[in-house]
């Protein structure tokens, strides 16, 4: 069921959510985006933008259909942007986990991912929409919580076969 409170708050600060995808789309060439995406505090985007959770906004937005409806001018400017409310879903954070992993394998030669390790912006070796992901803490959350593999062996699996460092 959906955070109300959030989703009230989300509605409310919907001049930022459009600002904040606006850049994203800018930055990363899509609106292809990860439901725990939190702007970057970088030089890249504006201070007032650094720190809010454009995920978690648009996970809000789109998960309160109702309210999304009686506003058809947000509905119109996320369109716009090719960000179709009521056609899509936000990415699943396994696909970047995947992803992100696989690529630091490549450019590493293994899966000792460090806990700090943030992907570096602007860097051509990574995909565009990871820029700035915190790859370190999500590992560190995997291997000390099992996030992502609790309830699923076959992401276990998935690890296991790139060669996870457990």
């Not at 939190?38 to 906004?57: C, D, E, N, T």
């Not at 370190?136 to 998935?158: C, K, L, M, Y």
Request: aromatic share 14%; glycine share 6%; hydrophobic share 35%.
């Amino acid at each position: 069921s959906p955070d109300y409170s959030y989703s009230a708050t989300a509605f409310q600060n919907f001049g930022t959510v459009l600002e904040a995808l606006q850049l994203y789309k800018k930055h990363y060439g899509s609106v292809d985006i990860h439901s725990n995406f939190v702007v970057p505090q970088s030089s890249s985007w504006p201070p007032s933008l650094r720190g809010f959770r454009l995920g978690k906004s648009l996970t809000a937005i789109l998960s309160d259909v109702k309210t999304l409806q009686s506003f058809p001018e947000y509905e119109e400017q996320l369109k716009r942007l090719d960000f179709d409310p009521f056609r899509r879903r936000m990415l699943e954070n396994w696909d970047f986990v995947l992803l992100a992993l696989s690529r630091y394998k490549s450019l590493v030669g293994d899966l000792s991912v460090p806990p700090d390790f943030s992907i570096p912006e602007g860097d051509s070796l990574w995909p565009r929409h990871v820029w700035g992901w915190r790859l370190g803490r999500q590992v560190q959350s995997i291997r000390t919580a099992g996030s992502f593999v609790n309830d699923h062996p076959h992401r276990r699996e998935q690890l296991d076969s790139m060669g996870f460092c457990w």
